[in-house]
């Protein structure tokens, strides 16, 4: 039986980028992130506001109807 013996190299080669980035792509990445943080917020203002809303309008439904209801008895 003859052996052979196999050698594997291997030898990585890349290069670090110096710039990943151009800096007008990062101004618009942080524009990117200004407006969807500004989204998150207002939309989560909005959420609260809307169920406050809605509560008032139902409490000042219900404080007619009842004050309807006692002026017709």
């Given amino acids: ?4 013996d196999i050698t594997l ?3 990585a080669t890349f290069k670090i980028p110096e710039n990943m980035f151009e800096f007008q792509q990062y101004l618009g990445f942080l524009l990117f992130l200004t407006i969807l943080t500004i989204g998150f917020w207002l939309m989560f203002f909005l959420v609260g506001f ?3 809303w ?3 309008a139902l409490w000042e439904r219900y404080k007619e109807r009842k004050a309807k209801k006692e002026q017709s008895i």
């Fill in 1 to 4: 039986m003859v052996r052979k």
């Fill in 9 to 11: 190299t291997f030898v």
């Fill in 50 to 52: 809307v169920q406050y």
């Fill in 54 to 56: 809605i509560g008032g």
